[in-house]
């Protein structure tokens, strides 16, 4: 327990400047180095990475989304698309010419891994650079941490109903309701200091809905990358963090926000609560 909370320190102390220099290149520099440690280590879970042929492209893909997604370019989303779609398809042509040492799940397990983990991690950036988007990324990180934090103490005081057992034993369903009822209220409070900082209305029922529905998505996340552990039996993606794991033992449940985070801005509605 002792190392955990160091490390936690030591963590809060690096990650909260890269987000107070958000709007500078650090932070896509920073979100691509991450991105490259997630997939390597969702390699190394796998046994993927001893495929260089196919893990050296996905490390390149990992490396380049949240980048590319940094520029100003107005084609920036088609040129992620096509950057996607040429990965795709080199791992199928890798496939037709080493088939007998490259097999179909090999491919398969390569570009979930890279697609998934490189896509969420771009979608932080994608949002970080959008309207408003210097307080609605934050989402992402309030979403996954309140949820993670108060299931986890919710659990501890009032769990009595397992919520996953197979995947994950400690997770209860009283702490997944602590969960969500604290991440709704987090985005309240949180629309509420926006509200004083840019001297808007938000649209507080909107926020709640919000905050419910993303802290479900981020133990859904939690659940994923520990049943993906299980079927390989890897206790850690990684040791990066000591008492913590890997990049991805710590950021599963940003990995699952964002993605739905950046898809919720593309409505009007969600747009409105900070105008």
Not at 47 to 70: C, M, R
Not at 78 to 90: P, R, S
Not at 167 to 184: D, L, N, Q, R
Not at 207 to 230: E, T, Y
């Amino acid at each position: 327990m002792k190392q955990r909370i160091i490390t936690a320190i030591i963590l809060l102390a690096v990650f909260v400047p890269v987000l107070v220099f958000s709007h500078t290149i650090i932070f896509p520099i920073v979100a691509s180095v991450m991105s490259v440690m997630a997939v390597y280590e969702m390699l190394s879970c796998t046994g993927q990475i001893k495929h260089y042929v196919l893990s050296v492209p996905a490390l390149i893909y990992a490396l380049s989304g949240p980048l590319i997604a940094n520029t100003r370019f107005a084609n920036s989303y088609g040129i992620l698309f096509a950057i996607t779609i040429i990965f795709l398809f080199y791992l199928l042509y890798v496939h037709v010419f080493l088939t007998d040492k490259i097999k179909t799940k090999d491919i398969a397990l390569v570009f979930m891994s890279a697609l998934y983990i490189t896509t969420s991690i771009t979608c932080i950036v994608l949002l970080r650079n959008a309207e408003f988007g210097q307080y609605i990324y934050l989402f992402i990180f309030i979403g996954a941490c309140v949820t993670d934090t108060f299931a986890y103490f919710g659990g501890c005081l009032f769990g009595k109903h397992k919520l996953c057992p197979k995947v994950s034993p400690k997770k209860t369903i009283e702490g997944a309701i602590s969960g969500i009822i604290f991440c709704t209220l987090a985005f309240v409070i949180y629309a509420m200091l926006v509200s004083k900082l840019e001297n808007v209305q938000p649209h507080y029922v909107t926020i709640a809905i919000i905050g419910a529905f993303i802290s479900v998505i981020s133990q859904f996340g939690d659940l994923a990358a520990s049943a993906i552990k299980r079927d390989f039996g890897v206790k850690d993606y990684g040791n990066i963090f000591p008492g913590h794991g890997g990049i991805l033992d710590r950021f599963d449940s940003i990995l699952a926000v964002a993605p739905f985070v950046f898809i919720l801005t593309g409505n009007p509605q969600f747009i409105n609560i900070f105008k």
